[in-house]
């Protein structure tokens, strides 16, 4: 159990906040333990997002980028303490590391339930992982990954007990051609995390490289009033292309986060010289990782960012 202060308000009621260890689905056990006096219960949580796709190496023009990860499903139930056992179970999916020669691997899962089992009858509430982007094959841009489907009562049957309301993530964004990676527009389903953008592709001899998908602005927010860019595009010099960002909550004491945006393309000079990828960022909690950037023969393409760790919010009074 962690205490993340900012990350969720800690001075009314009891407030336990864990963070994803689990490396697959039904291992990596953490305990809640009721706590004395409280009557009812309020508990949130988000699966972990995919990661990014790595990018590509190839020629002028056929190096695209890999595509953002989707972010994990959001479920949240609300129910008297009377209907819980004084000991229930966690298991917690993490984000998957980037691997250099293949993509990340989708999300882990998250479960909550009365033993440390996967039988479903067991399980109170869960989530959804989001899906990894995809590898950037030759011209090919990697596609998104997938978004986490919101949870459904077979999967968790206990979870009728409650007042529950269960939604599907976001899925990532494409990466780019020879071009940027496509923008990503911010959810307004009720959802509090978001996929993640995808790398830069290659472009044609004697360009500067294409800059990785930016996450746009909110006209009139406070916390998001400008673009959330891509890493940049190397110069024809040439240079390697920048990092995507990392995910960020911008909001105080609001579980609400970003998705890593998509690492940039090398450039391309008459006679080229290799030069690498971007990096895609990783995602806040929850949210999915940036693809990695494209890059020319002789250089290494960008790696996807990791998928944010999932995470569970169990509020009591």
Do not use: E
């Amino acid at each position: 159990m962690l205490d993340l202060s900012n990350f969720v308000p800690t001075t009314h009621g009891d407030v336990q906040v864990f963070y994803g260890t689990a490396t697959a689905t039904n291992v990596g056990w953490q305990i809640w333990n009721k706590p004395r006096g409280d009557t009812m219960c309020f508990m949130f949580c988000v699966a972990a997002g995919g990661g990014g796709g790595n990018g590509t190496v190839g020629a002028a023009s056929t190096a695209a980028g890999g595509g953002g990860g989707g972010s994990g499903a959001q479920s949240m139930i609300t129910l008297p303490m009377m209907f819980l056992p004084d000991t229930l179970y966690l298991s917690i999916g993490r984000g998957n590391p980037p691997n250099a020669t293949t993509s990340v691997a989708a999300g882990v899962g998250t479960r909550v339930c009365i033993a440390p089992t996967s039988t479903s009858i067991d399980c109170v509430f869960a989530a959804n992982p989001g899906g990894s982007g995809a590898a950037a094959t030759g011209a090919t841009a990697g596609s998104g990954g997938n978004t986490g489907l919101a949870m459904s009562l077979v999967t968790a049957p206990l979870g009728g007990m409650s007042n529950y309301d269960f939604l599907s993530g976001q899925g990532g964004v494409a990466g780019g051609t020879t071009i940027a990676g496509a923008a990503l527009t911010l959810p307004v389903t009720g959802i509090v995390v978001t996929g993640g953008t995808g790398g830069g592709g290659l472009p044609a001899a004697n360009n500067a490289g294409s800059a990785g998908g930016l996450i746009t602005a909110v006209a009139g927010s406070v916390s998001i009033p400008s673009n959330i860019p891509g890493g940049t595009g190397g110069t024809t010099a040439p240079t390697a292309g920048g990092s995507g960002q990392q995910g960020i909550h911008p909001y105080k004491n609001l579980f609400f986060g970003t998705g890593g945006t998509g690492g940039g393309s090398s450039g391309l000079s008459v006679t080229p010289t290799g030069s690498n990828g971007g990096n895609g960022g990783k995602g806040a909690p929850g949210c999915g990782g940036g693809g990695g950037g494209g890059a020319f023969t002789g250089s290494t393409a960008g790696i996807g960012g990791y998928g944010g760790d999932g995470f569970v919010v169990i509020v009591s009074w």
